[in-house]
């Protein structure tokens, strides 16, 4: 064990409002999927609020690419009854979604990733700029070393995106966890061998249920961002050892979270 407990972040929706970002390069995708089809004439340019709210059902990119394209389907089920209906079938209707436009989810998170990509190595400054860290939640990681926590982000996003971001908001964690690492339950488990964790916070309740529900780490703190990306449905009746950690209990000191 390192002398050192260890807190463990997600990224977005955690430490980082990357909305402006997600609609950005998933618009983008679309455009270039769609070619000169007429449908992306009537991409709106301003974030969308029906892509906001279906924020927290996306599992993975592509998706996003995805439910920008259904904005401008005629007789999508998003188009014709809402966001709000939409997520009530979200993964059916994200697979009549794909049969409708006739695409894989491999080509759409390809696309994703071209576009990102590009913007980093062409414009990484205005790229980076997408990106709204949480100033309150910036402040507070600065903050952990002198309680002698060292701090770890595990994320979804690919390492490299997510050290040029951590770097650009002035945060160095002592360990960062992409994709590549594995899934969130598996690099949590391989940290239990090598330092005492004090907490995991997330935004996604599914992720925090799968990780208490995983052998090994039924009793690992876990903490639901309340300021992140949720469901409306996502703070109540909260399963044992998942607590909801807010901005005011963030600002205290660890032991006090409890």
């Given amino acids: 064990m390192t ?22 390069s998933s618009r983008k995708a679309c455009i270039e999927l769609l070619a000169n089809r007429s449908e992306s004439k009537f991409l709106p340019k301003v974030l969308p609020e029906a892509f906001r709210y279906l924020r927290p059902w996306v599992n993975q990119g ?4 995805l439910l920008v394209a259904e904005l401008v389907r005629p007789n999508s089920q998003l188009a014709l009854n809402g966001p709000e209906a939409f997520a009530s079938s979200y993964s059916l209707y994200c697979q009549e979604a794909l049969d409708a436009w006739q695409w894989t989810p491999e080509q759409l998170q390809e696309a994703l990733e071209n576009v990102r990509n590009d913007a980093i190595s062409t414009d990484l400054t205005n790229w980076l700029a997408l990106h709204k860290p ?27 995106f997510t050290v040029k971001l951590l770097h650009s908001f002035h945060l160095t964690p002592k360990l960062i966890y992409g994709h590549e690492s594995g899934t969130k339950p598996e690099v949590l488990l391989r940290l239990t061998e090598t330092h005492l964790i004090k907490g995991f916070v997330e935004d996604r309740r599914t992720t925090l249920e799968t ?4 052998k090994g780490l039924a009793k690992l703190p876990c903490y639901l961002a309340s300021w992140g990306y949720l469901k409306p ?26």
């Fill in 3 to 24: 002398s050192k407990p260890l807190l463990i972040f997600d990224f977005d929706g955690v430490i980082v409002d990357g909305m402006s970002e997600y609609w950005w």
């Fill in 62 to 65: 592509w998706e996003m690419v």
């Fill in 134 to 160: 949480f100033p309150a939640v910036i402040q507070r990681l600065k903050n952990f070393d002198a309680e002698g926590i060292e701090l770890a982000v595990l994320t979804t996003k690919a390492k490299d």
């Fill in 211 to 214: 990780v208490l529900q995983t």
């Fill in 233 to 258: 449905q996502d703070t109540q009746y909260l399963p044992e050892g998942l607590r909801l950690l807010n901005p005011k209990t963030l600002a205290t000191p660890l032991a006090s979270w409890h």
